[in-house]
Protein backbone atom coordinates (compact mmCIF):
# COMPACT_ATOMS: atom_id res chain seq x y z
CA UNK A 1 0.00 0.00 0.00
CA UNK A 2 1.33 3.49 -0.88
CA UNK A 3 -0.01 6.39 0.01
CA UNK A 4 0.21 9.13 -2.46
CA UNK A 5 -1.63 12.45 -1.01
CA UNK A 6 -2.50 11.37 3.00
CA UNK A 7 -3.45 14.02 3.69
CA UNK A 8 -6.81 16.07 3.52
CA UNK A 9 -8.76 19.07 5.40
CA UNK A 10 -12.90 18.78 6.27
CA UNK A 11 -15.17 21.86 6.85
CA UNK A 12 -16.05 22.81 10.59
CA UNK A 13 -18.01 20.48 12.48
CA UNK A 14 -19.46 22.88 15.53
CA UNK A 15 -22.74 20.52 16.20
CA UNK A 16 -22.72 17.01 17.62
CA UNK A 17 -23.97 14.94 14.64
CA UNK A 18 -22.75 17.53 12.12
CA UNK A 19 -20.90 15.28 9.44
CA UNK A 20 -17.97 16.79 6.76
CA UNK A 21 -16.55 15.23 3.42
CA UNK A 22 -13.11 15.47 1.54
CA UNK A 23 -14.69 14.31 -1.87
CA UNK A 24 -13.17 18.13 -3.24
CA UNK A 25 -9.81 16.80 -1.88
CA UNK A 26 -9.91 13.29 -1.56
CA UNK A 27 -7.10 10.60 -0.61
CA UNK A 28 -4.85 9.21 -3.27
CA UNK A 29 -3.72 5.36 -2.21
CA UNK A 30 -2.08 2.90 -5.20
CA UNK A 31 -2.40 -1.07 -3.92
CA UNK A 32 0.37 -3.39 -5.15
CA UNK A 33 -1.03 -5.62 -7.61
CA UNK A 34 0.63 -9.11 -5.94
CA UNK A 35 -2.04 -8.03 -3.21
CA UNK A 36 -4.83 -11.05 -3.18
CA UNK A 37 -7.91 -9.90 -3.18
CA UNK A 38 -9.48 -10.07 0.27
CA UNK A 39 -6.54 -8.96 1.76
CA UNK A 40 -6.76 -6.00 4.55
CA UNK A 41 -3.73 -3.53 4.78
CA UNK A 42 -3.40 -1.99 7.74
CA UNK A 43 -3.25 1.56 8.09
CA UNK A 44 -3.24 4.68 10.48
CA UNK A 45 -5.39 7.48 10.70
CA UNK A 46 -4.19 10.69 12.04
CA UNK A 47 -7.30 13.17 13.07
CA UNK A 48 -6.02 16.58 14.06
CA UNK A 49 -8.25 19.49 14.94
CA UNK A 50 -7.72 23.14 16.39
CA UNK A 51 -7.14 23.23 19.83
CA UNK A 52 -4.30 20.38 20.49
CA UNK A 53 -7.01 17.59 19.69
CA UNK A 54 -5.41 14.92 18.08
CA UNK A 55 -6.14 11.26 17.93
CA UNK A 56 -4.75 8.17 15.76
CA UNK A 57 -6.98 5.53 14.57
CA UNK A 58 -6.00 1.84 13.28
CA UNK A 59 -7.75 0.43 10.63
CA UNK A 60 -7.70 -1.30 7.45
CA UNK A 61 -9.03 -1.28 3.94
CA UNK A 62 -9.59 -4.44 1.91
CA UNK A 63 -8.21 -5.51 -1.58
CA UNK A 64 -10.94 -5.98 -4.22
CA UNK A 65 -14.54 -5.04 -5.14
CA UNK A 66 -17.39 -6.19 -2.05
CA UNK A 67 -18.57 -9.58 -3.06
CA UNK A 68 -15.20 -11.19 -4.37
CA UNK A 69 -15.39 -14.29 -2.52
CA UNK A 70 -13.75 -13.28 0.67
CA UNK A 71 -17.07 -14.19 2.80
CA UNK A 72 -19.83 -17.05 2.78
CA UNK A 73 -22.49 -17.05 4.75
CA UNK A 74 -24.26 -20.34 5.72
CA UNK A 75 -27.41 -21.33 5.52
CA UNK A 76 -27.92 -25.33 5.70
CA UNK A 77 -28.80 -25.53 9.24
CA UNK A 78 -31.65 -23.51 11.66
CA UNK A 79 -29.35 -20.31 11.22
CA UNK A 80 -27.51 -17.87 9.01
CA UNK A 81 -23.89 -17.50 9.70
CA UNK A 82 -21.44 -15.56 7.21
CA UNK A 83 -17.73 -16.63 7.79
CA UNK A 84 -15.01 -14.54 6.55
CA UNK A 85 -11.33 -15.77 5.55
CA UNK A 86 -9.48 -14.11 8.12
CA UNK A 87 -10.98 -15.28 11.39
CA UNK A 88 -14.02 -13.12 11.85
CA UNK A 89 -17.72 -13.69 11.48
CA UNK A 90 -20.99 -12.77 11.40
CA UNK A 91 -20.34 -9.73 9.14
CA UNK A 92 -23.08 -7.61 7.62
CA UNK A 93 -23.67 -3.86 6.78
CA UNK A 94 -24.70 -3.71 10.54
CA UNK A 95 -21.93 -4.89 12.44
CA UNK A 96 -18.92 -3.85 13.75
CA UNK A 97 -16.98 -5.04 10.47
CA UNK A 98 -19.57 -3.57 7.98
CA UNK A 99 -19.74 -5.87 4.73
CA UNK A 100 -22.95 -5.12 2.84
CA UNK A 101 -22.74 -8.15 1.04
CA UNK A 102 -23.17 -9.94 4.68
CA UNK A 103 -26.29 -11.55 6.27
CA UNK A 104 -24.31 -11.41 9.89
CA UNK A 105 -26.08 -14.04 11.99
CA UNK A 106 -30.03 -15.04 12.48
CA UNK A 107 -31.32 -17.93 14.28
CA UNK A 108 -34.16 -20.05 12.74
CA UNK A 109 -37.01 -17.65 12.13
CA UNK A 110 -36.38 -15.25 14.06
CA UNK A 111 -35.92 -11.43 12.22
CA UNK A 112 -33.37 -10.10 14.74
CA UNK A 113 -29.87 -9.80 13.47
CA UNK A 114 -27.59 -11.16 17.04
CA UNK A 115 -24.60 -10.44 16.69
CA UNK A 116 -22.32 -7.42 16.32
CA UNK A 117 -19.28 -8.92 16.23
CA UNK A 118 -17.14 -11.78 16.58
CA UNK A 119 -13.71 -12.94 15.51
CA UNK A 120 -10.28 -15.16 16.35
CA UNK A 121 -7.88 -14.52 18.78
CA UNK A 122 -4.69 -15.90 19.51
CA UNK A 123 -2.25 -14.85 22.12
CA UNK A 124 1.45 -15.50 23.72
CA UNK A 125 1.76 -13.41 26.21
CA UNK A 126 0.39 -9.96 26.85
CA UNK A 127 2.59 -8.04 24.14
CA UNK A 128 1.86 -10.75 21.37
CA UNK A 129 -2.25 -10.82 21.10
CA UNK A 130 -2.74 -11.16 17.48
CA UNK A 131 -6.60 -11.29 16.42
CA UNK A 132 -9.71 -9.80 14.39
CA UNK A 133 -11.76 -8.00 17.10
CA UNK A 134 -11.94 -4.41 17.62
CA UNK A 135 -9.08 -2.31 19.27
CA UNK A 136 -8.23 0.58 21.34
CA UNK A 137 -9.45 2.39 18.29
CA UNK A 138 -13.00 0.71 18.33
CA UNK A 139 -12.32 -0.64 14.98
CA UNK A 140 -11.50 -4.89 14.12
CA UNK A 141 -7.82 -5.16 14.50
CA UNK A 142 -5.72 -5.69 10.69
CA UNK A 143 -3.23 -8.34 12.21
CA UNK A 144 -4.45 -11.34 9.81
CA UNK A 145 -3.38 -11.67 6.21
CA UNK A 146 -4.69 -13.87 3.36
CA UNK A 147 -1.93 -16.47 2.21
CA UNK A 148 -1.32 -16.91 -0.78
CA UNK A 149 -3.65 -19.41 -1.91
CA UNK A 150 -5.43 -18.75 0.93
CA UNK A 151 -8.57 -17.51 -0.12
CA UNK A 152 -11.52 -18.78 1.01
CA UNK A 153 -13.02 -22.02 -0.92
CA UNK A 154 -16.09 -23.53 0.00
CA UNK A 155 -17.61 -26.95 -0.65
CA UNK A 156 -21.07 -27.79 -0.83
CA UNK A 157 -21.81 -30.43 -0.33
CA UNK A 158 -18.23 -30.71 2.33
CA UNK A 159 -16.21 -33.84 3.77
CA UNK A 160 -18.36 -33.70 7.19
CA UNK A 161 -21.46 -31.09 6.43
CA UNK A 162 -23.86 -29.58 3.90
CA UNK A 163 -21.32 -26.67 3.61
CA UNK A 164 -17.87 -26.00 4.19
CA UNK A 165 -15.08 -23.59 3.95
CA UNK A 166 -11.88 -23.44 3.97
CA UNK A 167 -8.83 -20.84 4.08
CA UNK A 168 -5.51 -19.91 5.19
CA UNK A 169 -3.77 -16.60 7.24
CA UNK A 170 -0.59 -15.28 8.70
CA UNK A 171 -0.65 -13.04 11.80
CA UNK A 172 2.28 -10.62 10.04
CA UNK A 173 0.11 -7.73 9.93
CA UNK A 174 -0.23 -7.51 14.17
CA UNK A 175 2.03 -4.88 15.57
CA UNK A 176 4.00 -8.01 17.33
CA UNK A 177 3.35 -11.06 15.18
CA UNK A 178 4.04 -14.32 17.04
CA UNK A 179 4.83 -16.02 13.23
CA UNK A 180 1.83 -18.06 13.07
CA UNK A 181 0.06 -19.53 9.85
CA UNK A 182 -3.19 -21.01 10.39
CA UNK A 183 -5.65 -22.78 7.99
CA UNK A 184 -9.31 -21.99 9.15
CA UNK A 185 -12.24 -24.37 8.08
CA UNK A 186 -15.99 -24.30 9.13
CA UNK A 187 -18.94 -26.77 8.64
CA UNK A 188 -22.52 -26.70 8.52
CA UNK A 189 -25.43 -29.28 8.55
CA UNK A 190 -28.33 -29.61 7.63
CA UNK A 191 -28.81 -33.16 9.36
CA UNK A 192 -31.68 -32.03 11.92
CA UNK A 193 -29.54 -32.67 15.19
CA UNK A 194 -26.72 -30.84 14.25
CA UNK A 195 -28.45 -27.64 12.33
CA UNK A 196 -28.56 -25.43 15.08
CA UNK A 197 -24.49 -25.26 15.55
CA UNK A 198 -21.34 -24.38 13.37
CA UNK A 199 -18.36 -26.08 13.73
CA UNK A 200 -14.90 -23.62 13.98
CA UNK A 201 -11.48 -25.95 13.52
CA UNK A 202 -8.06 -24.32 13.40
CA UNK A 203 -5.10 -25.51 12.52
CA UNK A 204 -1.78 -24.01 13.62
CA UNK A 205 1.94 -23.94 12.67
CA UNK A 206 5.24 -21.91 13.74
CA UNK A 207 6.89 -20.15 11.21
CA UNK A 208 8.08 -17.81 13.70
CA UNK A 209 11.70 -20.25 13.82
CA UNK A 210 11.57 -20.18 17.74
CA UNK A 211 9.45 -21.98 20.03
CA UNK A 212 6.45 -20.88 20.98
CA UNK A 213 5.59 -21.25 24.44
CA UNK A 214 1.93 -20.40 26.45
CA UNK A 215 0.41 -19.66 23.64
CA UNK A 216 -3.74 -19.16 23.56
CA UNK A 217 -6.62 -19.30 21.43
CA UNK A 218 -9.85 -18.49 21.66
CA UNK A 219 -13.03 -16.76 19.56
CA UNK A 220 -14.90 -13.42 21.06
CA UNK A 221 -18.38 -12.93 20.79
CA UNK A 222 -20.56 -9.30 21.01
CA UNK A 223 -24.01 -10.98 20.86
CA UNK A 224 -26.75 -8.77 20.79
CA UNK A 225 -29.33 -11.12 22.36
CA UNK A 226 -33.02 -10.45 20.89
CA UNK A 227 -35.06 -9.33 24.18
CA UNK A 228 -36.38 -6.16 24.81
CA UNK A 229 -33.63 -4.15 26.45
CA UNK A 230 -33.89 -0.38 27.35
CA UNK A 231 -35.54 2.35 25.66
CA UNK A 232 -32.48 3.96 23.95
CA UNK A 233 -30.99 0.33 23.39
CA UNK A 234 -33.84 -2.11 22.88
CA UNK A 235 -31.91 -5.37 21.64
CA UNK A 236 -28.42 -5.07 22.83
CA UNK A 237 -29.15 -3.38 26.58
CA UNK A 238 -30.22 -6.70 28.63
CA UNK A 239 -27.09 -9.09 27.19
CA UNK A 240 -24.03 -9.14 29.86
CA UNK A 241 -21.58 -11.02 30.29
CA UNK A 242 -18.03 -11.71 32.77
CA UNK A 243 -15.02 -13.74 33.36
CA UNK A 244 -14.73 -16.43 36.10
CA UNK A 245 -10.96 -16.18 36.57
CA UNK A 246 -10.90 -19.25 38.92
CA UNK A 247 -12.45 -21.49 35.69
CA UNK A 248 -10.30 -19.29 32.92
CA UNK A 249 -14.52 -19.12 31.60
CA UNK A 250 -15.71 -15.99 29.90
CA UNK A 251 -19.65 -15.97 29.49
CA UNK A 252 -22.61 -13.98 28.21
CA UNK A 253 -26.26 -14.55 29.21
CA UNK A 254 -29.51 -12.55 29.44
CA UNK A 255 -30.04 -10.01 32.43
Known amino acids: LVIIDGEAAFADMIAYGDSATNSADPFHLSVNASCLPGERLA ?3 EIISDGGYSRVINGAI ?3 PIGDGAIFTHDAGRFQMTVGATGAFGQSSSSLESRPDGVGYFYDLDPTPSLFECGFIIAMDEAHVSDHVRNESGVASPDFRVDPGGLLAIQEPGELGAEETRSAFDDSQADNPIGLFLEQRTIASDVDEHADYLIVEYSLYNRSGAPING ?7 DWDFPWVG ?4 PVAGRDGGGF ?5 LGWMRHR
Open 62 to 64: FVG
Open 215 to 221: LHCGIFC
Open 244 to 248: DPALG
Open 43 to 45: MEI
Open 230 to 233: TEQN
